[in-house]
């Protein structure tokens, strides 16, 4: 399958704002994640956040699930890719975010640009190119600035637990949802239709994380959710219209535009993202070594994107 880039392989600007716009409400995510780790546990948040999802979504493309839908026909790959990119990484980050700190998950998920390749490459042979290689390293190394906050001392005092190894597996299944996004033989007419395709996978999604939801319940039969807690309320009502709908459908578009592995770059938005959010909602003020980082992750995008 072809990726949209113009002659001089310089990323579309269409692709630019969707792929942009998804990592902004991704921030979002990890902090309202965290406001609500107290107030619902972190399997049932993402049940509870796509089954919403699922209904606001469902009079604008009921249609992909009627009978006669010629989505049905490929129901084997849409229960994999919900599986993926709804029922298991959205679930594994909430995990991560109960047990780990935000900056160690913004650490670990920084690894999403050579998930892509490495899985690019293994299942998909696609070439590992020099200037992807080098992209990475920059926008990794932007990624780092703020997490040290400029520091090496504050970069080696950070340890990895079990947190981490949650929001790893999330890192890689994101990644291979997003090559098989990529890599559909669905025809033309389906794979244009994001609204179906998004419908598709809240389905599969939903339904994954009702046997994951069961599991939890089942394992940990003490849990509660405050749903008196009007914090739980504006927070779900959050999840599920940015980081769950808009978001997932601005990825889908871009990644169709140039690729699972350029778009994964734009991940690594997240943090500097998240930095903004602190400022608005903490009153906390940027720093110089957010400028750096910022030049460090848009040049490792701008580099990864030449052919």
Known sequence: MSVSTTPAGRIPLTAIFLLTLAPMMWAGNAVVGRLLA????????????????????????????APSSPLWAHWKRYAIVGLLGIGCYNMFQYMALHTSTPVNVTLVAASMPLWMMIIGRLIYKVPITLPKLFGAGLSLAGVLFVL??????????????????????????????????????????????????????????????????????????????????PTLIIGLAF????????????????????????????????PLFAAVLSVLLLGDMPAWYHGVAFLLIVGGIVVSSRR
């Open 239 to 270: 999840v599920v219209l940015g980081p769950a709908l808009l978001a997932y459908a601005c990825w889908g578009i871009g990644i169709q535009h140039v690729g699972p592995t350029i778009g994964g770059f734009f991940t690594n938005l997240t």
């Open 38 to 65: 107290d107030l619902i546990p972190p399997v049932t948040l993402n049940l509870v956040r796509w089954s919403l999802a699922l209904l606001v979504f469902l009079p604008f493309s009921w249609r992909t699930i």
């Open 148 to 229: 040290s906050r400029g520091s090496l001392a504050n970069l080696l005092q950070l340890q990895l637990v079990v947190g981490d190894l949650y929001m790893l597996a999330a890192t890689a299944c994101w990644s291979m949802y997003s090559w098989m996004l990529l890599y559909t033989r669905e025809p033309v007419e389906i794979r244009s239709d994001w609204k179906g395709m998004l419908m598709a996978q809240l389905c599969f999604g939903v339904l994954w994380s009702i046997f994951f939801t069961g599991l939890e319940w089942a394992v940990m039969p003490d849990l509660h959710v405050d749903w008196q807690n």
